[in-house]
């Protein structure tokens, strides 16, 4: 069935609508469904329940058919107007009787065939209806009705109300209640249950672990036989202190959708935002190999109804099938509680969840992952996950369905798996330590998924695991940062909340390496002045000498190397640290010749730092100034609309992050001064150019409280721009104590001092002046001056008032600032 390409239909004014205007037939079955069923006409004779199931039936079919074929379609940017499955539900929307009457029908006085009829009806509706779903079911009687239909003995009714209750699970209240009560014991007994009752695969799996066991402990064996400290002891599971996944409240998917709707601000902002979607559609056409369909003939219960075809209601073994996916996904919404935790291990989780990656079904395979995903908030299952060999057995899973050429459906679902593991470093640390190839591999075919959300869990575990020196090695080698690059591009113009996401996550990523190279270049300083520190280096004549006395008090008398396996503090406290570190002591470790200076930021030859020379080839420096020219745009945008409080958020943000790459840029290669004061950026056609130092000026010109933060970072870029890289004797250096320069300081230097200040040719504290002729500054200087850069901070100080508890953060940049221009 094709749906039609005309216009979005125009809100109705009312219900009273004849079935002729109705453009397409089935717009007007349902409409005629809907009114009959909501009908209150004396004279007109009450359904029986035999005519109440067929109709309900009859709509939640039509729905699921149509939603299914708008899946298919996928056209951009899946939303549901203009569409049929659209034009369906808003008739639905418009009888305003029409859901108050399915509420209805789920009392207790209702027929278990018509309660089962309604809760699928329901299901099919979630794409415009899920929240109003979830306010149902935060009234706690309707929730232990359906948590009753979730556990009935009836297969349909049980079907259905188990994918109710994943939808309503998708709020957190709601699974704050139901994790309390005996619900997720049966559920997780269900599943067990589902398990066994496959048993080709359930032979596989226990195959399969054992064999993993016994490779893991001769593994260990091995390491305490070498002196090794032995297996990483698992810790107690505790809930996550972030554990945000791209669909963090449209875990479970519903039947007939896999429509995302979080409770977050960032995408709240769309109601009816469709994306590819990350577990397999419901809906869709359920492939059951031979062995499965004889295990679902076999769950049939003595004395049950079977479901009736002249009824419309689905068949048996399908219905199976279904039960089994809204239960892995009920399963999966409360994962990540303590809770579930000790009854999830009682019932062999882990057990089950390798059981069910041998399926054959992709459906079963993604709502096996996504289940994973959530249960990684424990420690304890990670490891234990790792041990039975069920990381490696996702990868290959994944792997052969790329091979099999089924591109797309377990992309969302294996990037949130990632993303957990990601988000503990022990667990990174394990799985780097066995074989990282093979989830490195996936992580970057990730990157290229069609599915947004996919892409953006790929680039959020980059983010936290470039840490680690291997898997920086692997993103370089593959040329992650190309792809980074991209994504922050397209991401100046999102379609969606989704894209908006990714592009702000690929802003943090791009900062992330930057940051692990400037770890890795003080690292190397420490190294070499820990080295030039030794005894033995103090007493030979050849070894270069210090500028600085206190750099030995600074610097232990061993650096250790980097190990490849572990991870490297990249948080802000310890980056500020390595960016003060660098700007103090980066000429410490410089020989007295000048021909042969050592620098930690060199790359081989003598040539650019290699992240910077890497940035620059690919217009990296264009792509960051893009961004915070974006930043300038909203500060300068009026409209309300255009400019709600989101909308500045996200582009503070993105900035923010950018603005922080460019001054590592900055101070580590000077020589990029003026690439990122005279690249002109255009972010629209036609309109004018603006040149990096006009960026930058607006920024620090901000006087909105809210911007400190984008204020200090802007100065600071600026500063490292206009002003020469100071040795630390010159009076003018950031990091300097002024009052050794004073009068009263002064007149206690003995004459000896002055004496051996006077006779040397290269003192520092005139490397100030000696920059005036400093070619690669004149041409900054000269275009910041041109900029009414001197302006801008002797105006500082005024805006300073407006910022009193953000003073200190930018008080001394601007000082630089103006000294740097003024020069």
């Not at 599915?451 to 090695?473: C, E, G, H, P, Y």
């Not at 010749?593 to 217009?619: T, V, Y």
């Amino acid at each position: 069935m094709e749906s039609p390409s005309q216009s979005p239909r125009s809100h109705r004014e009312s219900v009273d609508v004849s079935v002729e205007d109705l453009v397409h037939p089935m717009e007007a079955r349902v409409f005629q469904l809907s009114h009959e069923l909501t009908q209150t006409d004396p004279d007109v004779p009450a359904l029986s329940d035999d005519e109440v199931i067929t109709k309900l039936n009859m709509i939640a079919e039509t729905l699921e058919e149509v939603e299914t074929n708008f899946r298919k379609e996928r056209s951009s940017p899946y939303r549901r107007d203009g569409h049929l499955i659209g034009n369906l539900l808003q008739v639905l929307e418009q009888n305003e009787d029409f859901y108050p009457m399915l509420e209805g029908k789920l009392s207790d006085l209702s027929v278990n065939r018509v309660k089962a009829a309604t809760c699928r009806l329901l299901l099919a509706t979630v794409p415009v209806n899920s929240r109003a779903i979830v306010r149902m079911l935060d009234d706690d009687e309707m929730l232990d009705r359906v948590c009753g239909f979730a556990t009935d003995t009836d297969p349909g009714l049980r079907c259905y109300g188990t994918g109710l209750l994943s939808v309503g699970l998708r709020d957190r209240s709601v699974a704050d209640t139901v994790v309390n009560n005996d619900t997720p014991v049966k559920l997780l007994k269900r599943a067990r249950m589902f398990a066994s009752k496959l048993e080709k695969e359930r032979q596989q799996a226990v195959k399969y672990i054992q064999d993993h066991l016994r490779l893991a402990t001769s593994r260990h064996k091995k390491t305490v036989n070498t002196g090794g400290s032995g297996a990483t002891k698992a810790t107690t599971p505790q809930r996550s202190l972030k554990r945000k996944h791209s669909d963090s409240t449209s875990r479970a998917p519903s039947h007939g959708t896999e429509h995302s709707e979080n409770t977050d601000v960032t995408v709240t902002m769309e109601t009816e935002e469709e994306e590819p979607t990350a577990t397999f559609p419901i809906q869709q056409s359920l492939p059951i190999s031979t062995n499965e369909e004889d295990v679902m003939g076999s769950l049939g219960e003595d004395g049950v109804v079977m479901p009736s075809p002249e009824h419309h209601e689905e068949d048996f073994k399908r219905l199976v099938m279904l039960e089994l996916l809204y239960t892995l996904d009920c399963l999966g919404s409360m994962g990540e509680y303590l809770e579930i935790f000790a009854p999830a291990l009682k019932e062999d989780i882990i057990g089950t969840i390798i059981t069910f990656l041998h399926s054959k079904n992709p459906a079963v395979i993604s709502h096996t992952m996504t289940l994973t995903s959530h249960f990684l908030a424990h420690k304890k299952f990670s490891f234990s996950l790792v041990e039975a060999g069920g990381v490696d057995l996702l990868f290959t899973v994944f792997k052969s369905q790329q091979a099999a050429g089924q591109v797309g459906p377990l992309d969302r679902s294996l990037s949130m798996c990632l993303h957990g593991f990601a988000s503990s470093s022990a667990v990174i640390e394990r799985l780097v330590a066995m074989n990282p190839d093979n989830m490195l591999s996936a992580a970057f075919k990730l990157l290229s998924s069609p599915n947004d959300r996919a892409r953006q869990n790929a680039v959020v575990f980059f983010s936290l695991t470039l840490s680690f020196k291997v898997i920086l090695d692997y993103f370089e080698k593959h040329n992650g940062l190309y792809t980074i690059l991209n994504i922050i591009r397209v991401g100046n113009n999102p379609k969606s909340a989704a894209q908006r996401q990714l592009a702000q996550d690929a802003c943090l990523c791009l900062r992330q390496y930057v940051r692990m190279h400037m770890a890795l270049v003080t690292h190397r300083l420490r190294r070499k002045l820990a080295q030039l520190n030794h005894p033995s280096n103090r007493q030979s004549n050849t070894a270069p000498v210090l500028t600085t006395a206190t750099v030995a008090s600074r610097i232990p008398a061993r650096v250790p190397k980097i190990t490849w396996s572990k991870a490297i503090d990249l948080d802000d406290k310890t980056h500020e640290q390595n960016m003060v570190f660098y700007e103090k002591y980066r000429f410490s470790a410089s020989s007295g010749n000048s021909n042969n200076s050592w620098s930690a930021a060199s790359g081989p030859g003598g040539a650019m730092w290699p992240p910077a020379a890497k940035l620059n080839h690919l217009r990296g420096v264009l792509v960051l100034l893009e961004v915070v020219a974006l930043m300038c745009s909203v500060m300068q945008n009026t409209d309300p609309d255009a400019n709600s409080s989101m909308i500045r958020v996200w582009t503070a943000e993105r900035a923010q992050f950018c603005l922080d790459s460019l001054r590592v840029l900055t101070l580590v290669v000077p020589s990029l001064a003026n690439e990122v004061c005279s690249t002109e950026v255009s972010l629209e056609e036609g309109a004018s150019k603006k040149i990096g130092m006009t960026i930058l000026l607006e920024i620090a010109m901000s006087h909105n409280p809210r911007d400190s933060e984008l204020v200090r970072d802007a100065l600071r870029v600026f500063c490292n721009c206009v002003s020469p890289p100071h040795h630390e004797d010159c009076w003018q250096h950031p990091l300097k104590d002024i009052r050794q320069y004073t009068l009263t300081a002064r007149s206690m230097r003995t004459k000896k001092d002055d004496q051996t200040e006077a006779t040397d040719p290269d003192n520092c504290s005139n490397c100030c002046s000696k920059s005036k002729d400093d070619k690669m500054l004149r041409p900054v200087r000269k275009l910041a001056r041109e900029r009414n850069a001197i302006k801008v901070c002797v105006c500082l100080p005024a805006a300073l008032q407006a910022f009193c508890s953000k003073r200190r953060r930018y008080s001394s940049a601007s000082n630089t600032c103006l000294t740097g221009t003024l020069s």
